[in-house]
Nanobody, 117 residues
Framework: QVQLQESGGGLVQPGGSLRLSCAVSGSAFSNYTMGWYRQRPGKQRELVAAITAGGSANYADSVKGRFTIFRDNAKSTMYLQMNSLKPEDTAVYYC???????????WGLGTQVTVSS
């Protein structure tokens, strides 16, 4: 059973930073493309950033230059470094894993990020 556990959310002022973590257990982390999604109030869930097993990353236009996704395969953990946070970044952030060979997918339960003064 693959499990994803997010951590690192919280309340931060505009312009501040947070680092989210997603720890994966139950399967070989290095076989998965990993992603961060978010769901803002009243909106559909959207992709924020993703990183392949080989380390190639892509970002939503709204976060380019502010967020950085990276992974530590030795720790089976993915991260999202979020800088210059804006109120519109307020959302529940979800970790996602998709197996690169059989496309099986998994979600974490989410972590709340609130950007407010």
């Amino acid at each position: 059973q693959v499990q994803l556990q997010e951590s690192g959310g919280g309340l931060v002022q505009p312009g501040g930073s947070l680092r989210l973590s997603c720890a994966v257990s139950g399967s070989a982390f290095s076989n998965y493309t990993m992603g961060w999604y978010r769901q803002r109030p009243g909106k559909q869930r959207e992709l924020v950033a993703a990183i392949t097993a080989g380390g190639s990353a892509n970002y939503a236009d709204s976060v380019k230059g502010r967020f950085t996704i990276f992974r530590d395969n030795a720790k089976s953990t993915m991260y999202l470094q979020m800088n210059s946070l804006k109120p519109e970044d307020t959302a529940v952030y979800y970790c996602n894993a998709v197996h690169e060979y059989d496309d099986s997918g998994y979600w974490g339960l989410g972590t709340q990020v609130t950007v407010s003064s």
